[in-house]
């Protein structure tokens, strides 16, 4: 059964799937191709004629990562500002809506991962998901503002996408039985990095209601200073000096020097290059400054992270020697180390090493981010995913949440995830509801946050 919609672009076709009505691969921005390369996204063209979007657009540019959640083959293109919606049924209904951003480090993924499947949230929830894809790595984060004001946001590129998609949503969605005055926008590790960059954003100011960074805060962008020895890096390992030559090289010429740059350099101050960079339009500040001056205190906001994230990064086993330097890395040194042995007795020096990266990854920038937000609002929310994978090596691990989030336990390859047994449905309705919960009323049923209290919710 097929089922059309109008946009602003122009009529498109989808299907019913799963039950619910899903188009696939819908563009939100013109191609960012051939002159368009490192540009800010620009308006579709449109068409006339019935589009079919049954099909879900390719992928961003990406080196194959075999990441857990990587199930799916993923041809991409340059040509890759395409998103995906989930609805339960095309009509006037004002449904409250879930746009979703994907992680991946800002180098691989996509918003067709079955992982992310909208149908849970329609059916169970009467809402409407959108997830995207959007510009990664040097086609989205490489500072090329020294070639003139054309280039002015090229260092966020990425980012702005995430928001051109977010305005696509509030133009259209109330052809898909959307609300665009009840959006809510959600994401994991890079996607979280992405949900509260978007929240400090000026250009998202008022465009969503509701923010759910999961594992990723409002860190890990670049300096503007650090975003531009990067795209020196770039320039160096591509031998090239001028614009020109950069837009006439071939895709895998720029992934391949992106790679390079990735085994080269241990990152700035803790942040990979091509991450978003500051110093521009789209993010003019650090993200945690814009929030601690105000940004998004309207937002209502739900944040968390796994109890052992790093389990995933983790090579290996740690000796003493390397944790060390490690904990001498984060800044505490053998004061550092003296404090998480006295919690954790007995610990070996891996799991030592987890946990350390774990809190200064991911568990302390969401803390920072809801103690930002403490002076204007008490509309801030803590969950810890802390039930563990039947896989030993991986525990609460990162990513885990992402399946009951969404109801998805069923779904290729989160068997690998969670472990043999039975799956555990009970939590995964229970973590479902609560997020269906806060897409529609902005709310959960927990206290929110404070400095004084700290309320949390554990998923367990």
């Given amino acids: ?27 939100y921005a013109a191609a960012p191709v051939g002159p368009l390369r490192f540009r800010a996204p620009q308006p579709h063209e449109g068409w006339e004629e019935v589009r079919q979007t049954t099909r879900f657009g390719l992928a961003a540019p990406q080196v194959a990562t075999g990441g857990m959640t990587n199930t799916v083959p993923v041809p991409w293109s340059e040509d890759c500002l395409y998103l995906n919606i989930s609805t339960p049924a095309v009509d006037d209904n004002r449904r409250p809506v879930f746009i979703w951003i994907h992680g991946g480090g800002y180098r691989s993924g996509q918003g067709a991962v079955p992982w992310y499947n909208g149908a849970s949230f329609a059916n169970r929830g009467d809402i409407v998901t959108v997830s995207i894809n959007y510009r990664m790595g040097v086609f989205a984060f490489a500072d090329l503002s020294r070639f003139g004001d054309d280039y002015a946001t090229s260092g966020a590129n990425g980012t702005l996408d995430q928001i051109t998609a977010i305005r696509w949503v509030r133009e259209n969605i109330a052809a898909f039985g959307g609300d665009p005055e009840q959006i809510t926008i959600g994401g994991e590790s890079a996607g979280g990095f992405s949900v509260a960059t978007v929240l400090a954003s000026p250009l998202a100011q008022g465009l969503f ?20 020895q990067c795209t020196d890096l770039l320039l160096s390992q591509l031998g090239v000096s001028d614009l020109q030559s950069l837009l006439s090289l071939d895709a895998e010429s720029l992934l391949a020097a992106q790679t390079e740059i990735d085994k080269s350099q241990r990152g700035f101050n803790g942040v990979s290059p091509f991450y978003p960079v500051e110093g521009n339009p789209v993010v003019p500040v650090n993200p945690l400054q814009a929030i601690k001056a105000g940004a998004g205190r309207d937002v209502a906001v739900l944040t968390g992270t796994n109890k052992d994230e790093a389990t995933l990064f983790v090579m290996g086993e740690v ?31 891996t799991e030592l090493s987890v946990a350390m990266s774990t809190d200064f990854t991911f568990r302390l920038p969401a803390i920072r981010l809801a103690e930002a937000r403490a002076a204007f609002t008490d509309r801030t929310w803590m969950y810890l995913f802390a039930w563990e994978s039947r896989n030993p090596a991986l525990k609460s691990t990162h990513a885990l949440e992402i399946p009951f989030v969404f109801n998805t336990l069923s779904k290729p390859g ?47």
Wanted: one cysteine or more; hydrophobic letters at 40%.
């Fill in 1 to 27: 059964m097929s089922v059309i919609a109008e946009t602003t672009s122009g009529p498109i076709q989808g299907r019913v799937k799963d039950d619910v009505v899903l188009f696939s691969g819908v563009p």
């Fill in 414 to 460: 989160v068997a690998a995830f969670i472990g043999q047994g039975e799956p555990p449905q009970a939590l995964a309705d229970t973590m479902h509801d609560a997020w269906i919960e806060f897409i529609r009323t902005g709310s959960v049923s927990w206290a929110p946050y404070t400095p004084e209290d700290r309320q949390c919710m554990i998923f367990d």
């Fill in 319 to 349: 000796d003493e020697a390397r944790l060390q330097r490690e904990a001498e890395r984060y800044g505490g040194g053998a004061a550092l180390l003296e404090t998480y042995r006295a919690a954790m007795p007995g610990a070996s020096a």
């Fill in 209 to 228: 209601r509701g923010a759910i960074p999961q594992s990723g805060a409002a860190h890990h962008t670049l300096s503007k200073a650090d975003g531009e």
